[in-house]
């Protein structure tokens, strides 16, 4: 009973701080553009503007919640839930310190790759069920990108499990006690960043979006907390990534002096920094350049890199 | 487990026949999903998690969406669906009815004579799978692979467009120069 008690408490504090996270990048991303655009954000709302956060989801509360007539009822309604809890199952797996995870799962970095298949299902059927033909396109891009980019995300990945055995995550972890992964599979951790940033559809990536040709893609036609729930997805989609990379390549939760978690927390903090940071400097690329770009070089580049480690770990025995 | 079991296959059961009642096909495709979700669950409580999750991966995260995606594009409206209901009518229902009856009595007797075997009697790890995979049926996967290396290039030669002459002018003035030469 114990047990039961004290997973069910992680999973409560686990779910309140991820969204509370979720919500904060929102602020972070904001004033760390705003740094980088040289002005100021948004700095009136509370102590640095933090407030921002609370008056955006106020706003987003007390609008119409408004599902156009010539929408596909049932379907429109559940596309943004599905990101949100895919993602939000994703996090099951994750190790962020020993002891602090809600299921250390043998295959956890298969269930973490079956929940990012999952999430490409509230693009499609969001802008399928929008009956909008921007909504519609949006879809469409955003299926193909993120089946494609599936295939070199679960492919960047396998070197790793071959040079640590396992598809568990606490494995992985423990097995970078010498030296991070980074270290020996320096290209499977840039494909899995980039396969990561397309998954997320963050800009360079954000095709589906797209703003300045469809409007605003997939969720033209969402408003109110609809529309919030795809915007935490996001910023929930950019926490993972960067909790996985942070697992997979750079040693978790291992680190001298400081806590497993802080350090956990600091690394992570690091790539989603990163990943704003791409916001601000990259342009997009066309969506045909996007896929062949994808299906032409990150492809044989990550068939090349399993090959290699495979040899070595043969040759290594 | 055994009600977990017997909850998630009376899930299947029913979201595969809402996907062959449904009318509108993108309707059908997400049950059919939630039919593919509650077999990798069935997989992963009879002992299988690593089948449970290529499930979801391969067919519900990869094979579906594709098939959304076909689906989307046709974009089938009420004219397709008068048309279906033309083509099904109580008659054609009888052969196939008759062929699930039979299986479902085989399957009857089977439940209720037979010796039933325990479910999950272990767990199969990652591990156990590949080394089956390319031990004892690597014949298999090897035809699997020719398989699908056929299918890829199939695919590359269906999908090979010419370079088009995208200037307008240029084009008119090959093809003059092609009738000039027929």
Redesign the interface.
Known sequence: MNEVFRYLLMIVVMLFTLTTIAAWLIWLERRMLALWQDRYGPNRAGPFGLLIVAADTIKLFFKEDWIPPFA?KT?FVIAPAIVAAAVLLSFVVVPFAPGILVAD???GL??F??MS??G??SI??G??ASNNKYS?LG??RG??Q??SY?VFM?LSLMGVVMLSGS?RLTDIVMAQKDHWFVVTQPVGFILFLIAGIAETHRLPFDIPEAESELVAGFHSEYSGMKFGMFFIGEYLGITLVSAMVVTIFFGGWLGPFLPPLVWFALKTFVFIVLFILLRASLPRPRYDQLMEYGWKIILPVALLNLLITGAFALLKG | MDIAFYITAAVTVIATILVITRHNP??AL?YL?VSLLSHAMLFYLLGA??AA??E??IY???IM??F??VI??LNLGKETEEQERKWLKMKVWIGPSLLAAILFAEFLVLVLWSESAAFGPKTV??REVALSLFGVYMIGVELAAMLLMAAVVGAAHIGRHKRLVLHRFLKEEKEEHEEAVI
Request: net charge negative; proline share 4%.
């Open positions: 596909e379907i799962l043998n295959i298969l269930f790759l079956a298949s999952l490409v299902y499609v059927l802008g399928w519609l879809a469409l299926a193909s993120m089946i599936e679960g598809f | 993108v309707h997400l999903n998690p690593f999750l290529l979801i991966i519900a995260g990869a969406v594709l959304i995606f989307m594009l790890n990652p």
